[in-house]
């Protein structure tokens, strides 16, 4: 089968589109054959590497994928060839007491597929059989293929991490990153105000249009949070603050705050480090919160929302999966709006 794939870390030029033998489904597995497969930020970092991240090479690239049931492992149930499925790339062993308790997101062998091991931007991936859902006849598979992580991630933040409730306002950096367009949605589901900040004219038209109430064009503001303590919320602060940007946006986040507000953090796509001054902590007794993936019970319930079309997975660009290095370099440009995907 055709795969893009690394055979060693380094920067996107390693990312080569090559042939290998197909997966072969393990117990409890499908074999999937891959109609649509969605980029993730994670996918560079992977192929830049970090210590401790050893992968058996050549290392197939891709967290989020969907398609078409091929095959099925000894003891699989709930599918049969020929079923469409989506997937939750969280992968965890699903016998520990995290687990067993429906947090498998807690698992101490907890990993995302395309990470440790090998991912969807192939012809055929393999995926255990509780980590798929169906996907309704109809509904667009550019779709289901796209929603997944951002999907999930999200979900888990506001609704089981931040505990947004109607009424309160919320924060999110960056409104054209896949976790943002769908906390941007999330939010307004749950009834929240959302103030979000972007960097064109035409990702504020997009924001507005996903349901945004306030949307910042940074780049036209030297301080964009003294106008949104001021002129948005009365010199009260925000209540929830979404960040998955990191070093550049840590410190807004901590001044959007109103005194025990919640920051929520899934990530740190521009880096890692940050100082903090705790005596904002204390002072304002912030509450800083994690947040990675979720469980599977979280990506169940967000995938129903996405099916019925009540969220709405938005797309940017479609590649082939010959351009996946094209996409990756696309991606990390950060000039989209929305999920960057492969077709089979
Ligand atoms: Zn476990």
Known sequence: MKAACISKHGSLEEIVIQDMDSPQPGIGE?????????????????????????????????????????????????????????????????KCDAC??????????????????RGTFAEFFTVPEISAVKVPVGYPLEKAAAAPLVFLTAWRMLVSRARLKPGET?????????????????????????????????KVDKAKKLGA?????????SDFSSHVFKDLTGKQGVDVVIDSVGTKTFSTSI????????????????????????????????????????NQKEFRDVM???????????????FTLD????????????????????RE
Request: proline fraction near 3%.
């Open 100 to 117: 067993l308790a429906g947090e498998q997101n807690l698992c101490k062998t907890f990993s995302i597929k395309g990470e440790h091991e």
């Open 255 to 294: 001044r959007l705050l109103r005194p025990d507000g919640r920051l929520i953090i899934c990530g740190a796509t521009s880096g890692p480090a940050t100082d903090l001054d705790l005596r904002q902590v204390f002072w304002k007794q912030l509450n800083i919160t994690g947040s990675t993936m979720s």
């Open 30 to 94: 499908l074999l999937v054959r891959m109609k649509f497969a969605a980029l993730n930020h994670l996918d560079s970092f992977v192929v830049k590497g970090w210590q401790g991240l050893e992968l058996k090479m050549p290392h197939v690239l891709g967290s989020d994928g969907c398609g078409i049931v091929e095959d099925t492992g000894a003891g699989v149930s709930l599918f049969k060839k020929g079923d469409v499925v989506t997937i939750n790339p969280g992968l965890s062993c699903g």
């Open 213 to 221: 109430d306030h949307v910042i064009n940074y780049r036209d503001m």
């Open 170 to 202: 919320v924060f999110i950096h960056g409104a054209g990153g896949g976790v943002s367009t769908a906390a941007i949605q999330i939010a307004k589901y749950l009834r929240a105000t959302v103030i979000t900040s972007t960097s064109t004219p035409d």
């Open 323 to 342: 351009q996946a290095r094209e996409a990756e370099q696309y991606l990390v440009q950060a000039d989209q709006f929305g999920k960057v995907v492969l």
């Open 304 to 318: 129903k929302l996405v099916f019925s079309g009540k969220l709405d997975p938005v797309i940017d660009k479609i």
